[in-house]
């Protein structure tokens, strides 16, 4: 039974703590590759990775095409484990332009080198990071699912000492419940923060260091994937499709795919750039729209439905990316920015931050220090294949958000052929304007657009997505979407934009509910926190700035199988 104070009246006990060389917020191939990379330089070192999902891989969603790169740099003998996470091979790598019944195949001759996949693998980004996980454990590193980082904590000087895990056991009105259980602190002499795109615990720090100044905004999209189980004559093991166009407006920007990987398996994905203008547009049900063109409809019939997920992905790139070092710590992966966006990847750059940071914090203990700013990685990203990768690509956000589609994609790939052949730009390194939250149309200045009924066969709604997401949170518990104003859904999103939260989250979690629907009478914004996917969309995309995401229970959220 709940007893009758509240959490916030109450004064906590305290908190237990562990001290450690090195702290690491985040599982995924950035954290991980961090811990290994420390105890591959020195076995004496003390690692522990926090991860907020259930287990590893739980809340990591990706195409996934994987430039093996990374993991080659890191573990160099990982392909002659025969229980390595990737073994599809791409065979087949082809482009196109999807125009409403029909599609156009592009020349693989006429794209940029480093648009060719031939050489990288298909395969289950959640399923390297468990594989990279049992590495790191065999090293030494202690890992700790089931566990948010809901905390950074800081010294007397501000630096960053290292983290807190959330409190567990606090009902949905803030009271203390039975099952009660205070957080730990896990201190380190640094800290690094891979927590995946627009994580909760970097944006803080972001805007505590003023991390982003100078900087252009941050800029992001949202991927949503589909796992299928498709018919035998229907899969072609190692092929890779990417197409854009329809069924997004040439003013819109995005892109989608098919890969079809290993045990008959397809994964269905679509992307759309968060700087899109129209309100009524739902992400979601563009996805289930492109599922239905008769270039992808024919893989999918008769096969089988099996998983869903959406997650946030970062687009800025080169010109975005802040300043990664602060006294006591550090961002990589992600949590920095460093996805390639033509490519559509990112895992590469994620391992490779992580090996980079970790080989200037291992350094900086050697040389007896701790919680000061480990500038020497900031200096070294640019240079490195990190920034070499991403400068190559720089225009190509800026130069599709200016010139729409067609425009842009033309010019992006020319950009990219001379920056690939000449190391020469003819646009220098563009800026990307306004944030993504600020770019939306007021209702009266947009057509809005009808989507079609779910048929239940290949296109399907957003309840029965989320439920095979696997997608669960302690019911009794603070809601994690978090409004700084309650009254600005419904006073002024409402109004102006029709509240786009309710089409731009893939999961059904915000409504609008009326007292009368027909009349439109007494209208209340609902939050179905239970539903989240933890996509952080609605933090990214609210105009008003209004919705704060922060991590709920440990172990909450999705439980991704081989996403």
């Known amino acids: 039974m709940a007893a009758e104070a509240t959490a916030d009246a109450m004064e906590l006990p305290a908190r237990e703590g562990m001290d450690y060389d090195v702290v690491v917020v985040g599982g995924g191939p950035a954290g991980l590759a961090a811990a290994i990379r420390l105890k591959q330089i020195n076995p004496d070192l003390s690692v522990v990775v926090v991860e907020k999902g259930s287990e590893v891989g739980a809340h990591i969603l990706s195409g996934a095409v994987i430039d093996p790169v990374g993991l080659d740099k890191l573990l160099p003998e990982w392909r002659n484990d025969p229980d390595r996470p990737l073994k599809q091979e791409v065979t087949d790598d082809r482009f196109y332009f999807l125009g409403h019944s029909g599609a156009l195949r592009l020349p693989n001759f006429g794209m940029p080198k480093l648009m060719n996949n031939h050489g990288n693998f298909i395969g289950s980004l959640g399923n390297v990071a468990k594989w990279m996980a049992a590495q790191a454990e065999a090293l030494g590193v202690e890992i700790y699912p089931g566990f948010a980082a809901a905390e950074v904590l800081y010294g007397e000087k501000g630096e960053v000492l290292g983290i807190a895990t959330g409190d567990m056991g606090i009902a949905r009105d803030g009271t203390i419940t039975d099952r009660f259980t205070r957080g730990m602190e896990l201190r380190g002499k640094y800290t690094l923060f891979a927590e995946g795109a627009r994580g909760s615990l970097t944006k803080q720090l972001i805007a505590r260091f003023k991390l982003d100044e100078g900087k252009e905004p941050p800029k992001f999209g949202i991927g949503l994937k589909e796992i299928w189980q498709v018919k035998p004559e229907n899969h072609k093991p190692g092929l890779v499709q990417h197409s854009f166009g329809w069924p997004l407006k040439m003013d819109t920007g995005g892109g989608s795919f098919l890969y079809h990987a290993d045990g008959g398996l397809v994964y269905v994905g679509f992307v759309v750039h968060l700087n899109y203008s129209n309100p009524t547009l739902s992400p979601f049900d563009e996805f289930q729209r492109f599922k239905q063109h008769p270039l992808v409809r024919p893989v999918l019939e008769g096969g089988k439905r099996l998983s869903y997920g959406a997650r946030a992905i970062t687009e800025g790139g080169y010109q975005s990316v802040p300043k990664l070092t602060f006294p006591g710590g550090a961002l990589i992966g992600c949590a920095a920015g460093f996805v390639n966006v033509p490519r559509i990847k990112g895992s590469h750059n994620a391992i490779l931050s992580g090996m980079l940071a970790a080989e200037h914090v291992a350094e900086a203990i050697a040389d007896a220090r701790a919680n000061d700013e480990p500038r020497a990685y900031e200096l070294a990203w ?116 029709g509240e786009p939260a309710r089409l731009y989250c893939p999961a059904g979690v915000y409504e609008v509910t009326y007292a009368d629907a027909a009349a439109k009478t007494d209208p209340k914004f609902v939050i179905n ?23 709920p229970e440990g172990g909450g959220g999705p439980n991704y199988p081989g996403m």
């Open 382 to 497: 640019r240079s490195s294949a990190i920034g070499q990768d991403l400068y190559k690509v720089r225009n190509v956000k800026p130069l599709w958000s200016k010139f729409g589609t067609i425009g842009g994609v033309l010019l992006g790939g020319i950009d990219m052929w001379t920056n690939e052949l000449f190391k020469f730009s003819l646009f220098g390194t563009l800026k990307h304007g306004k944030p993504d939250y600020a770019t939306l149309k007021p209702l009266s200045e947009v057509t809005p657009i009808t989507y079609p009924k779910p048929d239940g066969v290949i296109s399907f709604d957003k309840l029965s997505s989320v439920f095979i997401s696997n997608t669960n949170h302690e019911e009794d518990q603070p809601v994690h979407l978090t409004l700084k104003d309650p009254s600005v859904p419904i006073a002024k999103n409402l109004p102006v934009y």
């Open 529 to 551: 926190a239970q539903n989240c996917v933890h996509c952080k969309t609605c933090d990214i995309k609210d105009p008003a700035q209004n919705i704060n995401w922060v991590t």
